[in-house]
């Protein structure tokens, strides 16, 4: 089955500052990968996706880069704010177990005023 | 809000309990989940229905029980569970089971197994 890695598991940085998360998948038939943020004492909230036929997609100050290739996808968050302070989780699905993401283990993002 | 609730927030049982939790969407869906999140792990699948039909049972143990009466409520049924099962009960529901749409999730149910 898929395996995602995501790195790193903390993150710490100042505002204003960029923060990149990354994550490596070993399905090379995933074609969907969405990013979501989840703030304490909330459930998981979709921030920005991706398909497999698309290398780059931005959304204001979020950006996710895909490398099919070398299997592996990021997410980059700019100009960076203290409500980006939550957990980021990646996940990996493929059309053919619609419904069934693989999730990676989250990265804490901190980012300090 | 994400459009789907789940009660209750927070529940303690011991584990000769019988509990529930109840989840509820209000976005006209026809897909939902649950999901188990524990600490350090990755968000872990547990059940998917489409159109109240059961399509995936993750190899989750008998002592959890789904059921979906319609396309808007999802229920979990707990029964003998183990300490090793206290974790955040999460809740989801897409428009279709098609990996490209959007799950909306809701706030979870924090479960502690004494």
């Known amino acids: 089955g898929e395996n995602v890695e995501q790195h790193p598991s903390t993150l710490s940085v100042q505002e204003g500052d960029s923060a990149v998360i990354k994550c490596t998948y070993s399905?090379?038939?995933?074609?969907?990968f969405p990013w979501y943020k989840q703030e304490l004492g909330k459930g998981p909230q979709l921030i920005i996706d991706?398909?497999?036929?698309?290398g780059e997609k931005k959304d204001q100050r979020i950006a996710v880069t895909l490398n099919k290739t070398a299997k592996h996808f990021s997410l980059h968050i700019t100009e960076t704010q203290p409500e980006d302070s939550a957990v980021y989780f990646c996940?990996?699905?493929?059309?053919?177990?619609?419904?069934?993401?693989?999730f990676g283990d989250g990265t804490t993002l901190t980012v300090k005023p | 809000e994400t459009g789907v609730t789940q009660t209750p927030r927070h529940l303690v049982m011991g584990m000769t309990n019988k509990k529930s939790l109840k989840c509820e969407q209000h976005?006209?869906?026809?897909?939902m989940y649950w999901y188990k999140q524990s600490a350090k792990k990755p968000l872990e699948l547990m059940f998917v229905?489409?159109?109240?039909?059961?399509?995936e049972n993750n190899s989750v143990p008998s002592r959890f029980s789904p059921e979906c009466p319609n396309s808007s409520h999802l229920f979990l049924h707990l029964h003998t569970l183990q300490p090793e099962d206290s974790a955040l009960y999460l809740c989801?529901?897409?428009?279709?089971?098609?990996?490209?749409?959007?799950?909306?999730f809701g706030p979870g149910t924090r479960l502690t197994v004494l």
């Open positions: 989801a529901s897409s428009q279709e089971l098609r990996p490209t749409d959007t799950q909306y």
């Open positions: 399905d090379s038939a995933s074609n969907y």
């Open positions: 991706i398909r497999s036929n698309v």
């Open positions: 996940a990996a699905s493929r059309n053919t177990n619609a419904g069934k993401s693989t």
């Open positions: 976005l006209g869906h026809n897909a």
């Open positions: 229905y489409s159109l109240e039909e059961r399509v």
